[in-house]
C-alpha cells in the first residue's frame, strides 16, 4: 500500500473545535428578527376524509397570522424524497390533504408571533372526521377488498410498477437460470420468513427549518437536511417559486442516518415566508420527530435457498414484502437494495429470483435510513447462512470463504437490478472480505468459543457472525462536484455542495485536496452545502460523499497543480517534468530551488498574465465498489429471563483506503451501536386504532454510554482503483450485521432461533420455554 502524507492520517475533524465550545450553529441558532412560529395539527385517525374544517376561532386568537389548510393551499403532487430528479418515488402527497392516511398526518398548521400562540391556536381548530376502516396488515394490502389509501390521480414520475388501487407503491422482480431445476438438484431445502420491524433514527437534533428574504429578496432556506439542492428543486416545485429565486443552506447537522434525506418541513416554512414576507420557523418536537416524520421500513422476507450435500447452493428465492406505511417515499428504492445489495455477495448460486412488493398501509412512512433495505435483507440472508453450515456440519467461516463474491468477479444481480431501475455491469476490483474473517474471528475467539456454550450460573455465552457488503453512490445516478480557487498565501477554498451531517466528510474531501496538493489540511478553507456559494451535489445519501464527491475534489485538485506547475514553470523558467510539489512548495529537481505556493500565488494574480489559478470538477460514477465487512458478537443468554447482553462486538471492515482512519472506526462503531439497539431495544409499539405508543425516550429504549459493551472496529485496508486515492464507501455497512449476528449468537448460546426482531427478554424466554430449553 503506498504511503501518503495526509490521506491515510488521523486528521482531526476541521469543525470539531468550534463543536466542543458550542461555537457550531445549529438551525435552531440562528438569529431571526421578528419571525413567524408554525405548528402542525395532526389526524388522531388513521384512515379518514376531512369533511370540513373550522378555523375561525382559531384566526380570532391575538398573535395568530394564518390557518393554512386543504382549503387555502393549493395541492400540489410531489415526493418528500430527496432524491435524483425525476424521483423513483411516487408523486402521492400534498402539503394539505383531505384524506388521513396515518395518526399523525398533517391537517392543518398555524403561523402565530409566538410557539405558545401557535400551539394553543391548534386546539381551536374544529375538524370533522368520516372515519373509514383502516389498513394496519401490509399482508392485507393487496387483497380485495382492502381500503384503498390513494387515489387515481396519484402517479410515479418514472414509470416504475405502480398500482394505487391495489395499495400497492412500488414492485420489482428479477431472475436468472432455472428455479425449478435448482429445487430437483437440492438435497435439501430451507425456507424460511424473516420480519423486520420499525426503526427511528434518534438524530440528537430533531428536524428543523428557518426561511427568510434576504437583502435582494431571495428566499433563504436553512434546514436540518441531507439534500440541499433536492430541497430546492422540490420548494420550488410545490410553493410555485422560481428556483432562481430560492437559496437553501445546510448549517451544523446534529445526525441525519437518511431520516433528514426527507423534504417535509423546508415546503412549510417558505410557504409563510413567501406570503407574509416574514421569516418563518419550525423545529419538532421528539414526539413529531417518532411519530410524524419517517421511519425504517418494516418488512417481510421469505428467504428458499435449495443446498447439495456438497454445500453447492442449487437456488435462492427471496420474496420481500414493504410496509411503506401511509406515503410512497423510497418505496422503490429501499425494496430493490434488499436484494441489489444482498444478493451479489453470494454469485455462485446460478439459479435465482428476487420479488419485492412495497405496499401502503396506515402506519408510520417509511424513508430513508442508513442501511437503506440491505439491513432488512441481510437480516434474513445471514441466518440463512448459519443454518445452511449447521445443517452440512462444516464451518460457518469457511462456507462463507467458498462462496463468496472476489476480485475480478461480477454478478448477474448487478446487471438486473438497481436502486429502482435496471443495474450496471460491475466488476469486483477489491475485496479483503476474508482477511476480514480471519481477523475478526481471532479477535473474538470463534475457534475457541464457539458451540461450546460456556455457562455462568443461569448465564449462557455463544458467538454469531454477520457478513455483508453495501455500495459506494448509485452508478448512472450520482454526481458531485468541488470548485478551488488558490489565495495570496497559498492557501485554498474548496467550495463542495457535499453535505456533512457530522460524518466527518469536510474533513475527509479537505484532505484529499490537501494530499494532491502536498499541503498541510489548515490551507484548506471548506464551504459546503450551500446552494447558492457551492457547486451542485446530490447530498449524504447512498455511502457516496468519499467515493463520488471525493472523486470529484481529487479532480479539481489535479487541475489546481497543473495550473500551479504552469506558472512556477515560467517563474523559474524551467519545464514542468522537473518541478516537485510537497510541503507548501515547488521545488526544481535539477538546482534544488523552491519557490512557495504563496509566491507562485502573487505572480499569477499581480505580476505578468495575471489570471486566478481557479478550477471547478464533476465526478459522475458508472459503477458503485463495495465494501465488505464480517462482524463478530459475544452475547451472554440469562435463561431465567431471556435477556441478552452483549459482551463484545467486533467489525472487520474493507473500505479500501481508509482517508481518515479514525474517523471511518467511528462511522463503524456508530453504526455496530445503531444496529445493535435495532436489535435489542428499539420498538414502535401501536394502539388498535394505529397510534403510536412508545414516541419518547422513556418509552422507545436505546443505549446510552452506560450500557456501551466492548466495541472494536477494524480497517482492513485495500485498494479501490476507481475511488479516490483508492477510497470506497464506509458509512452505511456496519449497521448490517448486528441483528443477524446476535440472532446466530442467541442460537449458538441457547439453542433457539428468532427469525422477528427486535429480541427481547420476553421474545426469548417465550422461544426458550416453547423449545424446552430453560
Not at 90 to 96: A, E, G, H, K
Request: hydrophobic content about 40%; charged content about 25%; proline content about 4%.
Amino acid at each position: 500500500m503506498k504511503t501518503y502524507t495526509i490521506v491515510g492520517k488521523s486528521e482531526k475533524k476541521i469543525d470539531s473545535l468550534s463543536l466542543a465550545t458550542g461555537a457550531s450553529k445549529f438551525v435552531d441558532d440562528f438569529y431571526l428578527k421578528d419571525p413567524i412560529y408554525l405548528a402542525l395539527l395532526y389526524s388522531p385517525h388513521a384512515h379518514a376524509e376531512i369533511v370540513d374544517i373550522d378555523d375561525s376561532e382559531a384566526r380570532q386568537l391575538s398573535g395568530v397570522v394564518d390557518v393554512f389548510h386543504y382549503k387555502n393551499v393549493k395541492p400540489i403532487l410531489h415526493t418528500t424524497a430527496g432524491q435524483g430528479f425525476p424521483e423513483p418515488s411516487p408523486y402521492d402527497t400534498v402539503l394539505f390533504d383531505t384524506k388521513m392516511r396515518f395518526v399523525g398526518d398533517r391537517v392543518a398548521m398555524v403561523a402565530a408571533e409566538s410557539r405558545k400562540t401557535a400551539a394553543e391556536a391548534l386546539k381551536l381548530i374544529k375538524v370533522e372526521y368520516k372515519v373509514l376502516e383502516p389498513l394496519f396488515d401490509p399482508e392485507k394490502a393487496m387483497a380485495a377488498g382492502s381500503p384503498i389509501l390513494h387515489g387515481p390521480d396519484r402517479f410515479t414520475p418514472i414509470g416504475a410498477k405502480y398500482e394505487p388501487d391495489k395499495n400497492l407503491a412500488a414492485e420489482v422482480e428479477i431472475g436468472f437460470g432455472d428455479l425449478k431445476m435448482g429445487e430437483k438438484e437440492a438435497d435439501f431445502i430451507i425456507d424460511q420468513v424473516y420480519k423486520a420491524h420499525y426503526g427511528s433514527h434518534c438524530a440528537q437534533e430533531p428536524h428543523a427549518a428557518i426561511s427568510f428574504f434576504d437583502e435582494m429578496g431571495r428566499l433563504v432556506i436553512i434546514s436540518t437536511t441531507q439534500v440541499p439542492f433536492h430541497v430546492r428543486r422540490i420548494v420550488s416545485k410545490v410553493c410555485e417559486f422560481p428556483l432562481s429565486k430560492i437559496r437553501v443552506i445546510k448549517p451544523r447537522i446534529g445526525g441525519g442516518f437518511g431520516g433528514k434525506q426527507e423534504v417535509f418541513l423546508e415546503q412549510l416554512v417558505a410557504l409563510a415566508t413567501i406570503k407574509y414576507k416574514r421569516p418563518a420557523k419550525i423545529v419538532l418536537s421528539r414526539k413529531e420527530v417518532f411519530q410524524n416524520s419517517r421511519t425504517r421500513h418494516p418488512i417481510r422476507v421469505r428467504l428458499r435457498t435449495g443446498v447439495k450435500n456438497d454445500g453447492e447452493i442449487t437456488f435462492l428465492e427471496m420474496d420481500s414484502l414493504l410496509n411503506s406505511g401511509a406515503y410512497g417515499t423510497h418505496a422503490l428504492t429501499v425494496l430493490s437494495n434488499c436484494g441489489a445489495k444482498v444478493l451479489p455477495l453470494f454469485n455462485k448460486i446460478e439459479n435465482m429470483h428476487f420479488l419485492g412488493r412495497s405496499v401502503y398501509t396506515n402506519l408510520p412512512v417509511g424513508g430513508a435510513y442508513r442501511g437503506y433495505g440491505a439491513t432488512q435483507g441481510y437480516f434474513a440472508l445471514n441466518q440463512q447462512l448459519d443454518m445452511i453450515a449447521r445443517r452440512l456440519n462444516v464451518d460457518l467461516l469457511d462456507y462463507i470463504k467458498k462462496n463468496h463474491i472476489r476480485v475480478g468477479e461480477t454478478s448477474q444481480v448487478f446487471k438486473a437490478l438497481g436502486e429502482g431501475k435496471e443495474g450496471v455491469t460491475q466488476y469486483v476490483n477489491s475485496c479483503k472480505l476474508d482477511e476480514c474473517i480471519d481477523i475478526g474471528a481471532e479477535e473474538i475467539g470463534w475457534y475457541e468459543k464457539r458451540g461450546k456454550r460456556i455457562a455462568n450460573g443461569d448465564k449462557v455465552r455463544g458467538l454469531g457472525c454477520a457478513i455483508g457488503m453495501q455500495g459506494s453512490g448509485i452508478p448512472l445516478v450520482d454526481m458531485g462536484a468541488a470548485y478551488m480557487k488558490i489565495n495570496d498565501d497559498g492557501s485554498f477554498n474548496l467550495d463542495i455542495g457535499a453535505t456533512d451531517i457530522g460524518t466527518g466528510s469536510d474533513t475527509i474531501l479537505a484532505q484529499i485536496a490537501a494530499e494532491v496538493l502536498g499541503i498541510g489540511l489548515e490551507k484548506i478553507i471548506v464551504l459546503s452545502s450551500d446552494t447558492d456559494r457551492t457547486p451542485f451535489d446530490v447530498g449524504a445519501y447512498a455511502s457516496s460523499t468519499t467515493y463520488v464527491s471525493g472523486g470529484a475534489v481529487k479532480k479539481c485538485a489535479e487541475k489546481i497543480r497543473e495550473q500551479i506547475f504552469d506558472v512556477a514553470a515560467k517563474m523559474m523558467a524551467t519545464e514542468k517534468s522537473q518541478l516537485e510539489l510537497a510541503g507548501g512548495q515547488v521545488k526544481n529537481l535539477v538546482n534544488g530551488k523552491s519557490i512557495s505556493l504563496g509566491e507562485i500565488a502573487e505572480y499569477a494574480l499581480y505580476s505578468e498574465n495575471q489570471f486566478q489559478i481557479q478550477a471547478g470538477a464533476s465526478q459522475f460514477v458508472e459503477q458503485s465498489p463495495p465494501p465488505f465487512i464480517a462482524q463478530f458478537v459475544e452475547i451472554e443468554v440469562d435463561k431465567r429471563t431471556g435477556k441478552v447482553d452483549v459482551l463484545k462486538f467486533v467489525s472487520a471492515v474493507d473500505c479500501g483506503q481508509a482517508i481518515n482512519p479514525k474517523l471511518a472506526e467511528g462511522q463503524v462503531d456508530g453504526a455496530v451501536v445503531n444496529g445493535i439497539c435495532y436489535a435489542l431495544t428499539e420498538q414502535y409499539k401501536f394502539s388498535a386504532n394505529g397510534n403510536l405508543l412508545t414516541k419518547h425516550f422513556r418509552d422507545y429504549k436505546i443505549w446510552t454510554a452506560a450500557d456501551m459493551p466492548e466495541i472494536k472496529s477494524i480497517v482492513v485496508e485495500s485498494h479501490e482503483v476507481s475511488g479516490p486515492f483508492g477510497a470506497k464507501s464506509i458509512a452505511e455497512i456496519g449497521i448490517n450485521g448486528p441483528m443477524p449476528a446476535i440472532a446466530n449468537a442467541i442460537y449458538d448460546a441457547v439453542g433457539v432461533r428468532l427469525f422477528e426482531a427486535p429480541f427481547t427478554p420476553e421474545k426469548v424466554y417465550r422461544e426458550m420455554k416453547r423449545a424446552g430449553k430453560n
